[in-house]
């Protein structure tokens, strides 16, 4: 069974950083796309970064310079580095495994459940 | 703000057959397939359809999609209770070069 598991929301200040982390069981993360999309308190969802199977990475502008997706081969897991925070960016931060990608329109087939970044003074 | 422009509300009564629409642009929708999010209160989005018309296994077969030129529409018949929900539409724009969500649309069983 597919599972994801986000951790490492929390509450910080502006211009603070905070890492977040997915924990996957039941596929391998490196051999997947993998995004990270967000979604405002009471807002529609946003895509935010993604990192191919070959390691590349692409981000969404309003995050670009700011926000790191990585990952842990050893360890199956996702990482989102987010760095300079703004109020802006106060969501629920959901992973979720990307299919279709240079096919079709890339679909999300799997989230986790996500996890809450307010970033307040 | 979104690109991709949905309705922010629609409503239907049990059994009845509900639409609900998408509207992009020539580099979004005109030229790419789209899917659709169902997301009930207080839970991470479900996908629902993909490459415009497609149902992942478990989803019934009440829910289609359907994709004309620049526009896609998500159609529920068998209107249930638990239907009530947000479903978001989606995309890949080629011009932004990410995928593009709708700004969602609460579904409302009367």
């Known amino acids: 069974e597919v599972q994801l598991v986000e951790s490492g929301g929390g509450l910080v200040q502006p211009g603070g950083s905070l890492r977040l982390s997915c924990a996957a069981s039941g596929f391998t993360v490196s051999s997947n796309y993998m995004s990270w999309v967000r979604q405002a308190p009471g807002k529609g969802l946003e895509w935010v970064s993604v990192i191919y199977s070959g390691g590349s990475t692409y981000y969404a502008d309003s995050v670009k310079g700011r926000f790191t997706i990585s990952r842990d081969n050893g360890r199956n897991t996702l990482y989102l580095q987010m760095n300079s925070l703004r109020a802006e960016d106060t969501a629920v931060y959901y992973c979720?495994?990307?299919?279709?990608?240079?096919?079709?329109?890339?679909?999300?087939?799997?989230w986790g459940q996500g996890t809450l970044v307010t970033v307040s003074s | 703000q979104s690109v991709l422009t949905q309705p922010p509300s629609a409503s239907g009564t049990p059994g009845q057959r509900v639409t609900i629409s998408c509207s992009g642009s020539s580099s979004s929708i005109g030229t790419n397939t789209v899917n659709w999010y169902q997301q009930l209160p207080g839970t991470a989005p479900k996908l629902l359809i993909y490459?415009?018309?497609q149902r992942p296994s478990g989803v019934p077969d009440r829910f289609s999609g359907s994709k004309s030129g620049t526009s896609a529409s998500l159609a529920i018949s068998g209107l249930q209770s638990e239907d009530e929900a947000v479903y978001y539409c989606?995309?890949?724009?080629?011009?932004?070069?990410?995928?593009?969500f709708g700004g969602g649309t609460k579904l409302t069983v009367l």
């Open positions: 989606a995309a890949w724009d080629g011009s932004l070069n990410y995928v593009l």
């Open positions: 979720a495994r990307e299919r279709g990608r240079g096919v079709i329109s890339p679909y999300f087939d799997d």
């Open positions: 490459s415009s018309n």
